[in-house]
């Protein structure tokens, strides 16, 4: 397969029972659409043996179990299980193209409904690291706020810990590496910057990121389906306020 937008450029065998489908070398909206067209095909019509999907920033990981693959097909060659699982996988991945293709052309004419809900999340830009973020890129705090909610983000994948978005991509003149050393705890609601990606930190946790502000938008319910509130290719939108309850 070559990369064309919509087609994976490669296949990764990763292990026995896990093989990657690559899209590009930087995340970006069509790739995004891209991954979720390829995840809708499959889970409407998920192949023998196919355990998981793992949606990434330019990946989607297909998990499965090489038993069942195998023994649903009738073997070509004495290889390996797992190498005759691995090549049984690709030729179905290679047949469902035509399938993926019209999942994604749906997806297009109902797009502001199933791949890009847009979503505002209140921010109170108060956080720890803003003040040294400001100095930092020689920005005043005022600007970093205007700049950091300037844009309609995408989120690229959901990752790290449950909930947690990535999203991108943040303006360059706010863009720097995560600390040098990580705090051992960030609160949760914390919303930071790293790099050129900007994320909400769904519950406490150790972390190195710059935190600019805080949220009570809620990002992960475990009694909810789907438990994490943001999905990859939601377009999200922070919206600076004075005070927010919590």
Known sequence: ??????????????????????????????VTAAIAAWRAALEAKPFPGLVELVPG????????????????AVSEAPLRTESRAFRRVQAILLEREGEVRERFAESL??????ISRRIEIPVVYDGMDLPALAERVGLSVED?????????YTVYMIGFMPGFPYLGDVPEALRLPRKT?????????????????TGIYPLESPGGWWIIGRTTFVLFDPAADPPATLQSGDRVRFVPVGKVSG
Not at 109 to 114: C, E, G, I, L, M
């Open 1 to 30: 397969m070559t990369f064309e937008g919509l087609s994976p450029r490669r296949i990764v065998p990763l292990g026995e029972r896990l093989l990657l489908l690559e899209f590009a070398d930087r995340p970006g909206a069509e």
């Open 57 to 72: 920033y330019t990946t989607l990981g297909i998990v499965y179990d090489p038993l069942l693959v195998t023994s649903a």
């Open 109 to 114: 004419r109902t797009r502001a409904a199933q």
């Open 144 to 152: 970093v706020v205007r700049l950091h909610s300037d844009p309609l």
């Open 181 to 197: 050393t990580p705090r051992a705890r960030v609160p949760a609601g914390s919303v930071g910057i790293a790099g050129s990606q």
